[in-house]
T-cell receptor
Framework: TQLLEQSPQFLSIQEGENLTVYCNSSSVFSSLQWYRQEPGEGPVLLVTVVTGGEVKKLKRLTFQFGDARKDSSLHITAAQPGDTGLYLCAVSGGSNYKLTFGKGTLLTVNP | GAGVSQSPSNKVTEKGKDVELRCDPISGHTALYWYRQSLGQGLEFLIYFQGNSAPDKSGLPSDRFSAERTGGSVSTLTIQRTQQEDSAVYLC??????????FGNGTRLTVT
């Protein structure tokens, strides 16, 4: 069983649309990170959330950590082609240093 | 400032051959990670180095895989007797202690 379940697996939308992707688990985490990976590159950190119920905004991206610290969502407003990429959530499970990743949501924003 | 550098960016090898993948972490980062990314499988943890401590090798899939880190800086991941299922992108990351991680652009390994 996967520690982190991300949904949807694939998402293709038109420029200007809004979208939400999810990262779910049955485990409780002290913190959760979101990364974005573009083709041919490594993942790049977008945000870290640590407090249950926390909401963080990064321009058109809004990240929320669930009250119980078991899940998180990423909402993008007015998506742009530059938002295209693989969105990965990750947690430090068990040990503080080992990061476990979900399989990701592959987002395509069409112009 | 330089980021994490990995070489080669692409490697094609024949089944049964050995390969070495190199990672230059960000200067001053004491933690170094190797992950493997296969299609539809997400990022799979392979190994973790922290300073002079014994590495966490718990993610290495078989004894054909090994890694070393010389002088607390450059790391080499070696795969012996490569198999087709070893084809993947191998990502290296570094950090000051633990997450967040700073990733290189990976080495795409293709075993024919």
């Amino acid at each position: 069983t996967q520690l982190l379940e991300q949904s949807p697996q694939f998402l293709s939308i038109q420029e200007g649309e809004n979208l939400t992707v999810y990262c779910n688990s049955s485990s409780v985490f002290s913190s959760l990170q979101w990364y974005r990976q573009e083709p041919g590159e490594g993942p790049v950190l977008l945000v870290t959330v640590v407090t249950g119920g926390e909401v963080k905004k990064l321009k058109r991206l809004t990240f929320q950590f669930g009250d119980a610290r078991k899940d998180s969502s990423l909402h993008i407003t007015a998506a742009q082609p530059g938002d295209t990429g693989l969105y990965l959530c990750a947690v430090s499970g068990g040990s503080n240093y080992k990061l476990t990743f979900g399989k990701g949501t592959l987002l395509t924003v069409n112009p | 400032g330089a980021g994490v550098s990995q070489s080669p960016s692409n490697k094609v090898t024949e089944k049964g051959k050995d390969v070495e993948l190199r990672c230059d972490p960000i200067s001053g980062h004491t933690a170094l990670y190797w992950y493997r990314q296969s299609l539809g499988q997400g990022l799979e943890f392979l190994i973790y180095f922290q300073g002079n401590s014994a590495p966490d090798k718990s993610g290495l899939p078989s004894d054909r895989f090994s890694a070393e880190r010389t002088g607390g800086s450059v790391s080499t991941l070696t795969i012996q007797r490569t198999q087709q299922e070893d084809s993947a992108v191998y990502l290296c990351a570094s950090s000051l202690l633990g997450p967040p991680l700073h990733f290189g652009n990976g080495t795409r390994l293709t075993v024919t």
